[in-house]
């Protein structure tokens, strides 16, 4: 749990399936990315699920119904049933339930995810601002998302109309990279209306609310791929958090990480969760991990030794982190990072 402000990535002597009874895992960038399986998610998932972890997906992603996710995943060799899938879809439709009387009228601009979570908490979706909506929802609606939707969102919000957004994640993983995510749309009908919209998505507050209602995690593990998004909203639920580094961020973000950005662990993919953690311990005026040591120097990060890159990127971390505070790494870490090639 956090204490504090994390100046080191946390260690732990048991495979983290078994010091965690719950994995809430990130999809895109963590399991897939452009709809195909990470290397090593397949087969480290299905070792966590055999050792008895219970496995959860968790997506900021509201396009796709948790249907429509578990057949994906279970296609990838993943079984998975709906109930195992939480989106911000469902956490944005408890949102505006709460809000809303039984039956209301929503405005969707975005997928079947946000319809199908509306209408499990009983609002009726529609699809345009003349259908006299009670609030308007946006979320990822996918490349082929036409512009008119925006407009029909600026034309409810103009009229009184509260907003809703799944998430603001500004960008998406995809099969050719990185590319436009629903919070570049939000940011559309933002500076066209000037309105601001209530968020449910990670990393606020409604959707580990949603995700812990729906699990019944008593001690949960979030795994991601994002600090802003993933890790962060660890930090707000005050749980423990592993970064893992095949979507992203990259080394150069992790070091520089303000202390809500900073994760318990880091690996490399999710075969970090099969395994101990290495603890990351002071030595003189820096941190070693393994064979590497690392300290801070006046204006830049210094790293010496050798072994595995992941320990020499712990140590780094914790020079960084501790030399920053409260704040953010300003040091410049580029010589350790080249020497452990990340």
Not at 202 to 226: F, N, Q, Y
Request: glycine fraction near 14%; charged fraction near 20%.
């Amino acid at each position: 749990m956090r204490q504090g402000v994390r100046t080191r990535p946390g260690g732990s002597a048991r495979a983290l399936s078994e010091a965690y009874d719950t994995a809430l895992l990130d999809l895109d960038g963590v399991v897939y990315a452009g709809g195909n399986a990470i290397a090593h998610a397949v087969e480290s998932l299905a070792t966590a699920r055999d050792g008895g972890m219970h496995l959860a997906y968790v997506t900021n992603n509201a396009l796709r119904t948790p249907d429509t996710v578990a057949a994906h995943l279970t296609a990838l060799g993943i079984p998975a049933a709906a109930g195992d899938v939480i989106t911000s879809a469902q956490a944005v439709a408890r949102l505006i339930a709460e809000q809303l009387p039984a039956g209301a009228r929503v405005l969707v601009i975005g997928g079947d995810g946000l319809r199908v979570a509306l209408r499990e908490r009983g609002l009726t979706p529609v699809e345009s601002a003349d259908d006299d909506p009670a609030a308007v929802v946006q979320g990822y609606g996918g490349p082929e998302l036409a512009w008119g939707r925006f407009a029909e969102a600026c034309y409810a919000i103009a009229r009184g109309v509260p907003w809703f957004a799944s998430n603001t994640d500004l960008t998406i993983p995809s099969a050719r990279g990185i590319a436009p995510g629903n919070g570049a749309a939000v940011e559309v009908v933002r500076i066209a209306t000037g309105a601001e919209p209530q968020v449910a998505g990670k990393p606020l507050p409604p959707m580990h609310r949603e995700t812990i209602l729906r699990t019944g995690a008593r001690r949960p593990l979030v795994v991601g791929d994002r600090l802003d998004t993933d890790i962060e909203g660890a930090f707000n639920g005050d749980v423990d958090a592993l970064l893992v580094l095949t979507g992203v961020t990259d080394g150069a973000q992790l070091l520089a990480a303000p202390p809500r950005h900073r994760p318990t662990y880091v690996d490399a993919d999710l075969r970090g969760m099969l395994t101990g953690q290495p603890e990351v311990t002071p030595v003189g005026d820096g941190f070693r991990c393994g064979g590497w040591t690392a300290t801070a120097g006046a204006e830049r990060l210094e790293l010496d030794g050798e072994g595995a890159a992941l320990d020499g990127l712990r140590a780094l971390c914790a020079a960084a982190w501790t030399a920053a505070g409260d704040g953010a790494c300003a040091l410049d870490g580029g010589k350790g990072l080249a020497r452990l090639g990340l």
